[in-house]
């Protein structure tokens, strides 16, 4: 599976230099990589694909997939990704917003009572 420069790329150039099979082409402004030429860097010295391994925006290089489902499961997983994310931010905004609520009711009850 091939991978493909998004419309997130910078035009940094540091993909072309560090593609060990020469599948990054450039036309124009417009930066892409040749399928025929990719090889996820499979069967080089390097455990993972350089295009992506080097790239400054992180989202500028990603993998292209083919199969409509596989496709379909990566954005899912993305997006419950997010969400989990944000259930942590919520889950520890409720226990910081609780602690301090029962701080501040134990402090009130403490005056009434004259403590």
């Known amino acids: 599976m091939a991978y493909k420069i998004t419309s997130q790329c910078i035009s940094c150039n540091l993909c072309e230099s560090v593609c060990p099979t020469g599948a990054i ?8 990589i040749d399928s025929e030429l990719c090889t996820d860097c499979v ?4 455990t ?49 917003y609780s602690q301090k609520f029962s701080e501040q009711i134990q402090k009130h009850q403490g005056e009434i009572l004259g403590v």
Do not use: M
């Open 48 to 96: 993972v694909p350089q295009c992506k391994a080097g790239c400054p925006t992180c989202d500028g290089c990603v993998k292209e997939t083919n199969d409509y489902w596989e496709s379909w499961f990566a954005k899912y997983n993305r997006v419950v990704g997010k969400l989990t994310k944000k259930q942590d931010y919520w889950e520890r905004w409720f226990d910081c």
């Open 25 to 32: 082409k450039v036309e124009g402004s417009r930066h892409w």
């Open 43 to 46: 069967g080089t010295i390097h």
